[in-house]
C-alpha cells in the first residue's frame, strides 16, 4: 500500500470531488485504502540517539545540497542509536526494514511535491524537535 502525502492543509485545494480525487488515486497506482499514521507524542528515539543520528547527517552535509539522503544499514543504525532504540523503531514501524535512509534536508520554508513513496511502507522520524 502506497501512502501519498499533500504537504499541508493550506497548500490543498478544496474543490475536487471525492469522485475525482478517487480518479487521481487510481491513475497514480496508489492504494485507496492506504492509511497515515501519526505518533506525535510518541518518544522512540531519545534525545542522545537524535543527536547523534543529526550528526551524522551533518558530517555527510556538502554544505550545497538542500536535501541529503544517506543510505545506512541496521547494525549501523544500532551503533549510533543503541540496540533498544532500533527495537523501538521496529516494532513502531512494525517488521525489519529492506532499506533505511537517514536524510538532512536544508530547504526552509519549502515543501515536497505530490508524490508515491516507492515502498508499502515508510515512516518518518524528525531529528529536530
Known amino acids: 500500500h502506497t501512502t501519498c502525502f499533500v504537504n499541508s492543509a ?10 475525482d480525487v478517487d480518479a487521481m488515486i487510481r491513475k ?8 497515515f ?13 537524535r543527536g547523534a543520528l543529526i550528526e551524522m547527517a551533518d558530517r555527510a552535509y ?3 545540497t538542500r536535501d541529503t539522503k544517506l543510505s545506512i544499514k541496521a547494525h549501523q543504525l544500532a551503533a549510533l542509536v543503541g540496540g533498544d532504540a532500533l ?3 521496529i ?6 526494514p529492506r ?4 536524510r538532512r534536508c536544508a530547504a526552509h520554508g519549502e515543501s515536497i511535491d505530490f508524490h508515491l513513496d516507492q515502498r508499502d ?9
Not at 497514480?28 to 492509511?35: C, E, H, K, S, W
Not at 516494532?91 to 525489519?96: A, D, P, Q, R, S
Not at 511502507?121 to 524537535?129: A, C, H, I, K, S
Open 10 to 19: 493550506s497548500d490543498a485545494r478544496h474543490d475536487s470531488s471525492t469522485s
Open 28 to 35: 497514480l497506482g496508489a492504494a485507496p485504502t492506504a492509511r
Open 37 to 49: 499514521v501519526s505518533g506525535a507524542d510518541a518518544t522512540v528515539l531519545d534525545e542522545t540517539a
Open 62 to 64: 556538502d554544505g550545497r
Open 87 to 89: 527495537a523501538r523503531l
Open 91 to 96: 516494532f513502531t514501524f512494525g517488521e525489519i
Open 99 to 102: 532499506k533505511i535512509y537517514l
Open 121 to 129: 511502507r515508510t515512516m518518518q522520524v524528525p531529528l529536530n524537535g
